[in-house]
């Protein structure tokens, strides 16, 4: 198939009442693994990248083995870009072949955050690369980006309207309460303020932080308009642990492809229990 891009992606799952998970990947195996999944269950995808990912890979060869996966699955495939400050590396990478891309100027002021978010969505539109932007802080720690407890804020309704309008983002993700990495306790997820900024604004709205809800959780999301769920720690726990485990067990063997196959086997499994409780199956 060809790569899509987010609109493509999330317009029918905020149509039908389903949410399409976006995996942050850190390797080729990952991203290997996490396709095979989608395949499996017959499921669109969205392949996403984290800033360090990218530069600890190189942007070239990142991009060269995930157009390759992308173009030779069995399902819709789109990537995406996570929550990038740079606003010239973002370009880049939408200009190197990224069907999307968040930039992420939520810490500027707004009326900053407005003007040059539109400014990334004109030139990516005309790349045909769609475009998420965020409003509010988040909490936690995502790709260096540190929000504190004292500085997580929640999305303004009425702000959020005029933000979509005026940038003409594909996708938005407004502070709604999750948090990045770990929960620490029970998070308080505002399910009433994404219902309300959903049903406003023209384009799909998404939820970060999704390592960690409960399944309840994941299902009052959907259900109050997020299109897309942001799935990044419980991919590195998977790999980390599927390879921890294989290793302990096999200690005298030393082969990193069974090594390997391991971890990927631990990854598919949390994709795919995603993609099942997203309700993404059989919407590819």
């Known amino acids: ?82 929550h990038c400050p740079d606003i010239d590396l973002a370009l880049r990478c939408a200009e190197l072949g990224w069907s999307s891309v968040m930039v992420d100027l939520s810490k500027r002021p707004y009326e900053e955050n407005l003007r040059e978010t539109a400014r990334v969505v004109s030139y990516c539109h005309g790349l045909g690369v769609s475009v998420e932007g965020e409003l509010g802080a988040i909490l936690g720690v995502e790709d260096h980006i540190v929000v504190s407890e004292r500085d997580a804020s929640l999305a303004d309704p009425v702000l959020s309207i005029e933000y979509c309008r005026e940038t003409k983002i594909d996708a938005f993700a407004p502070a709604i309460g999750t948090a990045h990495g770990l929960y620490k306790g029970v998070p308080k997820v505002e399910f009433d303020l994404l219902r309300t900024i959903a049903a406003s604004v023209a384009c799909p709205t998404v939820v970060h932080g ?27 726990i998977a790999w980390c642990q599927g390879m921890l485990q294989y290793l302990q067990d096999h200690s005298e063997e030393n082969n990193p492809l069974k090594s390997d196959a391991a971890a990927m086997k631990a990854v598919a499994e949390t994709a795919i229990a995603h993609m099942k409780l997203f309700g993404s199956e059989n919407k590819a």
């Not at 959907?222 to 942001?230: E, L, P, R, S, T």
């Open 1 to 82: 198939m060809s790569i899509y891009n987010l609109a493509d992606v999330l317009n029918p799952a905020a149509r039908n009442g389903y949410a399409v998970a976006a995996f942050n990947i850190v390797n080729f195996q990952t991203a290997q693994a996490i396709v095979q999944s989608a395949e499996a269950v017959h499921s669109p995808l969205i392949l996403q990248t984290s800033v360090s990912t990218v530069k600890a890979i190189g942007i070239e060869p990142l991009i060269h083995f995930l157009r390759g996966l992308a173009e030779s699955a069995a399902v819709p495939v789109a990537i995406h870009l996570d």
């Open 210 to 236: 999704g390592t960690g809800l409960s399944d309840c959780a994941f299902r009052r999301c959907i259900k109050n308009g997020a299109a897309k769920i942001n799935i990044s720690t419980a991919v590195k």
